[in-house]
């Protein structure tokens, strides 16, 4: 039986993107839009490893990923999360070249103290960050290291 990758992104070229890399390496892709729609699936699919997107509407990639650490059913899930800052950063860079500030400061910052708090509310992080976009062979390399085939 393939093992189950459940992606949450609101993207949904994301997910198609992944479904498509996933599936073709032998894993089972299921899909879901949003941090409700994520939850509901962790619960009714019971996924091998959780691909999750940290800005999402309804429920952050955060939100719900301290909510399934928190969890005793989910808190050995094997998670990987998405990021598109990076990209976001690099934009921002180009826009603000004579800039005491760079206009991502508060948002790196903000980042800091999400992380912080998990880790004070003895939370985990992510088996892996991967910055968007994203390589669809990088994804599935991840995969393979943290389930196997």
Request: hydrophobic share 40%; aromatic share 6%.
């Amino acid at each position: 039986m393939a093992k189950k990758v459940l992606i949450v992104d609101d993207d949904v070229n994301t997910v198609k993107f992944l479904s498509v890399a996933l599936q073709e390496n032998g894993y089972e892709p299921i899909g879901a839009y949003d941090g409700v729609e994520g939850i509901e699936k962790i619960k009714s699919e019971n996924p091998d490893l959780l691909i999750l997107d940290i800005m999402m509407p309804k429920k952050s990639g955060f939100v719900l990923y301290k909510q399934i650490r928190k969890d005793e059913r989910f808190k050995d899930l094997k998670v990987i999360m998405l990021t598109g800052v990076a990209e976001t950063l690099e934009d921002l860079d180009t826009q603000s070249e004579d800039t005491l500030e760079r206009p991502y400061d508060s948002l790196r910052e903000k980042l800091r103290e999400t992380i912080k708090t998990m880790q004070e509310d003895e939370l985990v992080r992510p088996e892996m960050f991967i910055d968007k976009p994203i390589e669809p062979e990088e994804v599935v390399a991840k995969v393979t290291e943290l389930i196997g085939n």
